[in-house]
């Protein structure tokens, strides 16, 4: 289940400010995570998207839009158990090299007019990928641990709107994933007077799809399996992985994405500084 298009019913911030949010966001999507482990992989990266893949402009009252592109129809599609919801969102992602060893994951969902951390727990499990479309047996799940606002806000093209406020959503896992091509599976449960929670596809301005977009969605608790469309073209979901990636002699690997941006971020950081 998708929430259409039918459904739905700057301010001048100091430099430094800006300088030190920013340096937040970076040092968040790094993987400068203490209790969760460096970024092993950000699905938003292998389309040349930063962040979440989610912020097209800035939003007057403070925050960003993440706006649906003129040919798309839908916000965000339902992966829910919450009520009677049964609902499953998946999304593949290829561990090559060496074994990961898995200790959290970050998704990006909201539920329409809650502005709150509404998100309070649901299924997210790891399945092996046998082939194309074909959603394996299940070889780790993960548990629950918080949801958090954001400064993102999900709208539809040229209809700004402050119903959709994302939220992210943390979970920790243990483990161990040898070389191969693995899905990501979730359903989560929110506040039952609220439809969803609905997690928005990633979004780049200008496109209507991205290239090799083949995440998937269940609505009969994972038994079956379709590609997310919005119309004909195929989408792809926002999530971050995090852990440890062990070489074959057992020293560790810190991944050369979230070093760079690291490095760039403490580089923002000696800058602020200076201009302070």
Not at 94 to 119: E, K, P
Not at 206 to 222: H, K, R, V, W
Not at 241 to 254: A, C, L, S
Request: glycine content about 10%.
């Amino acid at each position: 289940m998708s929430e259409p298009w039918l459904t739905q019913k700057f301010s001048n911030f100091s430099w430094v400010y800006q300088m030190n949010k920013t340096l937040l966001l970076i040092l968040c999507a790094s993987g400068v995570s203490f209790a969760q482990g460096q970024l092993l992989y950000n699905n938003a990266s292998r389309y040349g998207l930063s962040l979440e893949g989610l912020r097209t402009s800035q939003r007057p009252g403070g925050g960003y839009y993440s706006e649906v592109q003129p040919g798309n129809m839908i916000a965000g599609y339902r992966g829910s158990v919450t009520g009677s919801n049964n609902d499953r969102l998946a999304d593949d992602f290829v561990v090559s090299g060496s074994t990961w060893n898995v200790t959290g994951l970050s998704l990006f969902m909201y539920q329409t007019d809650v502005h709150w951390a509404s998100v309070t727990g649901g299924l997210f499990e790891i399945h092996e990928k046998t082939s194309l479309n074909t959603v394996g047996d299940t070889v780790a799940s993960g548990t629950f641990q918080d949801s958090t606002l954001t400064d993102i806000y999900r709208i539809f093209n040229g209809q700004p709107s402050d119903s959709r406020q994302l939220q992210r959503v943390d979970v920790s896992f243990d483990a161990k994933l040898t070389p191969g091509n693995y899905y990501l599976v979730w359903a989560a449960k929110g506040v039952s007077q609220y439809q969803g929670p609905w997690t928005p596809h990633l979004t780049k301005s200008g496109y209507i799809t991205l290239p090799g977009a083949d995440a998937l969605q269940s609505f009969n608790g994972g038994a079956t399996w379709d590609y997310i469309l919005d119309g004909t073209k195929r989408q792809e979901f926002p999530f971050w992985i995090y852990g440890t990636d062990v070489q074959t002699q057992g020293h560790p690997f810190i991944a050369p994405e979230p070093m760079s941006m690291t490095a760039m971020a403490l580089g923002l950081l000696a800058f602020v500084r200076r201009r302070r």
